[in-house]
Structures are given as C-alpha cells and as structure tokens.
C-alpha cells in the first residue's frame, strides 16, 4: 500500500528515520536520490512550512521504503512547484499522479490560479501532468500554467476541494462497465421522450434533462422530443383572465383557450427548448402537428371544446429529419379537415408518435417519480393488464390517467417498454435508460 506522507503532519527525525531505514543500495536507490531528499529535509522547516508551503513523501508501507517526494511552495499567490522525485521502480504504479493530485488539494484550498514550474528534468513528468489537467501554459513564459477558475476540477474534486476518494472514482467506472450493453442495444434506435411543463420547474432542471438527451444522442441513440407546457399555458391565461378547468385530466379548451395554447407551446416552451438543445449541439428543430400537416385531429368531446384525439400521424418528416441527424422537438398542436387548430394531450401525442416510428421506448418526464400506489411508493414495474384494476381502485387518478394509459397504448402497439421518470430530479434518464437498478416506473 502507497501511503502519502505530510511532512508538516509528522516530526522530522521520523521522516530521517525512513530514509536512513529504507534508501539505501541494496534497494537500488542512488546515492544522489538520497542527497536530494536529505537536502529537501534539511531546508523544509525554512523554505516550506514557514511560508505555507508542503512537502509531501509517498511511502510504500509493504516494503518499508519512501518511494517518491514533493515539495512546493507559495509565493505571492503563485504555486512554485520546486522538488519532484519518484522511484524508477514505481513509476507505473502512479505515484507521481498521488503526488501531484494532493498537492492539488492544498493549492484549490487556497485558490491558487497560478502555478510555475521549474525546467529541470525531473519536472518533465511535471509538466506533463499540468498540461493534461485542466491547466493552460502561458505561450511567452513556458515555466508558468495558469487555471481559470476552481470548476476545472469540480469533476475531480470535492466542494471542499479533497479529491474524490478511489472507491467514488471506481463506482463511476463500474456505472460506465454498467452502461454498455444498454447503449450497444440502444444505438441507431427511435426514443420518444416525453416532457412535461409540471418538471421544467427551474433553469436548472431543464438545463439538467437537456444535457441527458444530448448524451444519449452523442451515444447514438435517435431522440424525438414532444412537450408539454401547462404551468406556461396557466400563466398566459391567468394575464388573459381566462378561467380553466380540467376533466379527467383533459384542459377544456374554447376558442381563446385554444389560441393560447397555440403561441405558448409553439412560440414560447417549443422555442426555448431548441435554442437549449442547440447550445448542446443537438441540431434541433422545432415543429408542431401543423408543420407540412403531419398531425390531423377530430374533436374529442364537444364538452372540452378545442381538444384533439388523434386521427392520423404523417411521420415522413419527422423520420426524415432524423435520417440528417435532427432533433425533432414537437409542439402538441393539430388540425381537422376544416382547419380548426387543437390542443393535443402531450402525453397522447408522444405515445402516438412513439408507435407510428416504431421507437425503442417512449419516456413520460414529470414531476414525480414514477406511479405511486395508496401509500405513495414507487411502483417501479408494472404490467398492462394491471393498469385498468389500479384505474378501477382509484391508486391511479387525475392526470396519471391519460399518462399511464397513453404507456399501455404504447405497448400494446410495439413499443417494447413505457417509462415514468421525476425530471425534477437529477440524472434520472440515464439512471432508468442505462444502468440495471432504474429509478421511475416501467410499464411493459
């Protein structure tokens, strides 16, 4: 076991110890590699730990020897990196990088921005590490590596500024082992995904679900957005002072309901969404049920006015634009023959999409984490015969009918499986799509 050793932690005879125990020829440690070190102790107190600096020793517990050391120190807010040293025979057992990445932690501690290094060959490997790590040399003065801002390491690091402990770094390894035969089986495959108004809460929440479907795009994966906007929608009408009502989940919709639905969805949420998409590089484009008529609807009840059950989808368009590597974000809007424009339950639009593209998995995001049963626990699998008793008993009310119907729409159709997933919640379609455990409600 490599143990790093804090000179300023531990008393100096201990450190001469070491040294005079364990450095010596019969381990094939040069004379002058001693002297180096004898030399460093022999300033330390003077030119380290007096002026906040540290010198670090790297010591292999098993074989009883001191196997590489460290020494910088601070001068005017600058880190001057002045000894580096590891023992030929542990150079590929990265001890250079245990070195180096706790020195790190002192200079984040101080939120040191500047750091210069010395030319000596020994400092090579040094320099190296600099450049690899998040820290860009100055042209005109090759010595000097410079960091803008503590988030370059906001990956390796802590809040705290300590580095991640092997154990966290080794799980986030296993995550990816975990992750490959998902994205093996997901390649090249349509998901329709779903997002609901009611879990675009904050900027940062939807800046968070953005940034996962960018990732399953770069992973290969071909994703057709729909969306929804109620808390949108709600806004503009209560500006409006036009009332609302619902049945059974349903938004009832007159003429001027309808007409705002329209700008909403289209010129607001849809907008926003691209342009977010865009800044991921998604190539999106937007488009509603009215573009090149590829959504067209009959009334579903006179009662609700405005609100359209699905006739026919034309998916032309949309397969075409995902042949050129698009993005389609879809506004739930339609039309009848007549030309009358209707709003459209995102939940019904997605899953109908889902099945005229033959998608892989159609992904329903809200603000909740899934279906809950009486005592509000997540039922993470359920099956469709299920779904008409859990409706009958009243588990499932409101407006997770038109959803978990529109999931079991989808797999009567064949669509492989339906997923319910908390938006508000961080990472949580990559956590369903790519990892065994899951965190929502899949229907199957």
């Known amino acids: 076991m490599i143990k790093i050793l804090d000179y300023s932690q531990i008393m100096q005879d201990e450190v001469e110890k070491f040294i005079v125990d364990n450095m010596n020829d019969e381990l094939n440690i040069k004379e002058a590699v001693f002297n180096i070190i004898t030399d460093d102790l022999k300033n330390i107190e003077k030119n380290y730990i007096d002026t906040g600096g540290s010198v670090l020793f790297a010591y292999d517990t098993e074989n009883k020897r001191i196997v590489g050391t460290i020494a910088i120190k601070f001068e005017n807010s600058v880190a001057v990196l002045k000894r580096f040293y590891v023992d030929k025979d542990y150079r590929r057992r990265k001890i250079g990088y245990l070195l180096y990445t706790n020195i790190e932690k002192q200079i984040v501690e101080k939120n040191i921005d500047t750091i210069y290094l010395t030319t000596g060959k020994e400092l090579k490997n040094a320099h190296k590490f600099y450049e690899r790590n998040g820290w860009e040399k100055e042209q005109l003065n090759p010595g000097i590596y410079v960091r803008h801002g503590a988030h370059l390491y906001k990956k390796k690091m802590g809040g705290n ?261 908390n938006g508000t919640k961080k990472n949580t379609i990559i956590y369903e799509l790519l990892s065994d455990s899951g965190v929502g409600t899949m229907i199957v």
């Open 161 to 421: 500024g300590v580095m991640k402990d092997e154990k966290d770094v080794l799980k986030q390894a296993d995550i990816l082992v975990e992750a490959i035969p998902y994205i093996q089986e997901y390649v090249g495959k349509i998901i329709v995904i779903k997002y609901g108004g009611n879990a675009m809460e904050s900027d940062e929440q939807k800046k968070n679900v953005i940034k996962q479907i960018a990732l399953l795009k770069m992973l290969g994966m071909k994703v057709v957005l729909v969306h929804g906007g109620g808390p949108d929608i709600e806004e503009e009408l209560k500006t409006k002072n036009i009332s609302t009502k619902f049945e059974n989940g349903l938004r009832v919709t007159d003429k001027d309901t309808v007409d705002v639905v329209q700008m909403v969805l289209i010129g607001k949420t849809n907008s926003e969404l691209v342009k977010l998409l865009n800044i991921q590089g998604c190539n999106a484009v937007g488009l509603s049920g009215l573009d090149s008529g590829f959504i067209k609807c009959t009334k579903v009840d006179e009662k609700i006015g405005f609100v359209g059950d699905i006739e026919e989808i034309d998916t032309k368009l949309i397969l075409k634009l995902l042949e050129e590597n698009y993005t389609p974000v879809i506004s739930p809007i339609g039309y009848d023959k007549n030309g009358n424009i209707y709003n459209i339950n995102a939940d019904t639009a997605a899953s109908e999409i889902a099945i005229e593209l033959k998608a892989k998995k159609v992904i329903f995001i809200t603000n909740i984490d899934g279906l809950l049963d009486k005592n509000k626990k997540l039922i993470s699998l359920i099956e469709k015969e299920k779904i008409r008793s859990l409706i009958d008993d009243e588990t499932i009310i409101g407006g997770m009918i038109p959803k978990i119907l529109s999931c079991k729409n989808c797999i009567d159709n064949g669509v492989e499986k339906a997923h319910i997933l």
